[in-house]
C-alpha cells in the first residue's frame, strides 16, 4: 500500500470537492468522455497527480485535457 503523504490527502480531497462542482463546459465534455465513448480509451476526471489535479486524463494514452472555461480568472 501506498504512504498518503499530507499533499496527496489534500489533492484526493480537493479532486473530490472538484467532480462535484464542475462548469457546464466541464459536464458536456465529460459526457462525451466517459464510458469508453472515445476509441475504447477510459478517462478520468478531476484526477490527483502528485501535488497537481488533472482535469481530464487518460492514463494509457498518456492524454491529460484542461478545458479552460472562464474560471480562471481574467
Same mark, same amino acid.
Request: hydrophobic share 35%; proline share 4%.
Given at each position: 500500500?501506498?504512504?498518503?503523504t499530507p499533499i496527496t490527502i489534500?489533492?484526493k480531497q480537493r479532486s473530490r470537492?472538484?467532480?462535484?462542482?464542475?462548469?457546464?463546459?466541464?459536464?458536456?465534455?465529460?459526457?462525451?468522455?466517459?464510458?469508453?465513448? &472515445?476509441?475504447?480509451?477510459?478517462?478520468?476526471?478531476?484526477?490527483?497527480?502528485?501535488?497537481? &489535479?488533472?482535469?481530464?486524463?487518460?492514463?494509457?494514452?498518456?492524454?491529460?485535457?484542461?478545458?479552460?472555461?472562464?474560471?480562471?480568472?481574467?
Amino acid at each position: 500500500m501506498t504512504k498518503m503523504t499530507p499533499i496527496t490527502i489534500v489533492a484526493k480531497q480537493r479532486s473530490r470537492q472538484l467532480r462535484r462542482s464542475m462548469t457546464e463546459t466541464e459536464r458536456r465534455l465529460w459526457q462525451r468522455l466517459r464510458g469508453l465513448q &472515445i476509441g475504447g480509451y477510459k478517462f478520468r476526471r478531476q484526477h490527483p497527480l502528485g501535488r497537481y &489535479i488533472l482535469d481530464f486524463v487518460c492514463l494509457d494514452a498518456g492524454l491529460v485535457i484542461g478545458p479552460t472555461c472562464g474560471s480562471l480568472g481574467a
